[in-house]
């Protein structure tokens, strides 16, 4: 394998993530948070894919098709999350509500990178250009934004448990690990499913889950912000 394939498949994996990035910092742009910590979330989440290989691979070899799709869910969700609560969630940087969905997809975006450029490698190694320019831009569109939508559902968990007990807190992190477990589980499993109808509806759905996702925000930037004069943050 050359330095050139791998630099292509560097590119390629870490394009379509930051396409996504610059949106999500596009929405936060009132209050936008620290370049130092974003760009810490989003190695932390590639750093998750590290451990998340040799544990997929274990599980493949012990586990029935069916479970080991809830196993890669699983393992991803938790992965991911737990690098956002290693390396993030404890830093007096996550000091407002929406800064929880923010630092969780940034995560979710860096895990995503990671996975992208190790999908690329294969067809780029093997000149299959076109075949990986496709696979990305399918990343794109699909796994890229399932990942996003997934972790910012743990984050959005947060968000709006952030000023509760920390049982309550506790309770609704789960709540929503589990809810980004099973939209993993079931995107897994429309796009393994054969034919072209089912990947339509699964990236159908992802993008349904996306507009969800954005009016949520919406709704929680308002309920942080509605008593802020313009261009103030909450210190």
């Known amino acids: 394998m050359t330095l050139t394939t791998l630099g292509y498949a560097f590119i390629g994996g870490l394009l ?7 949106f999500l910092l596009k929405e936060d742009s009132r209050c936008p948070e620290p370049k130092a910590i974003i760009a810490l979330a989003f190695v932390a989440g590639m750093i ?21 799709l809830t196993a890669w869910a699983l ?20 000091d407002e509500a929406p800064d929880y969905v923010i630092y969780m997809i940034t995560v979710a975006l860096g895990f995503a990178a990671a996975e992208n ?8 190694a093997s ?23 997934a972790s910012a559902t743990i984050g959005f968990s947060l968000a709006f448990s952030s000023k509760s007990t920390p049982h309550v807190r506790l309770l609704m992190s789960s709540g929503g690990l589990i809810l980004a477990i099973a939209l993993h589980t079931a995107f ?11 990947t339509i509806t699964a990236l159908f759905l992802v993008w349904i889950a996306a507009v969800v996702f954005l009016a949520t925000f919406e ?11 313009s261009n103030t943050c909450q210190s």
């Open 75 to 94: 393992i991803e969700e938790v992965l991911k999350y737990g690098a956002a609560a290693l390396f993030i969630l404890w830093r007096p940087a996550v």
């Open 16 to 22: 379509p993530a930051f396409i996504w990035l610059y």
């Open 188 to 198: 897994n499993a429309l796009i393994m499913t054969q034919g072209a109808s089912t």
């Open 127 to 149: 000149g299959q250009v076109a075949a990986g320019i496709f696979t990305s831009d399918m990343r794109f569109i699909g796994s890229n934004l399932l990942h996003v939508i």
């Open 48 to 68: 998750a894919v590290v451990f998340t290989i040799p544990i997929e691979k274990y599980v493949q070899s012990t586990l029935t098709t069916g479970s080991l």
């Open 117 to 124: 450029m190790l999908f690329l490698l294969t067809p780029f």
């Open 219 to 229: 709704v929680l930037k308002y309920f942080q912000y509605r008593n802020l004069p």
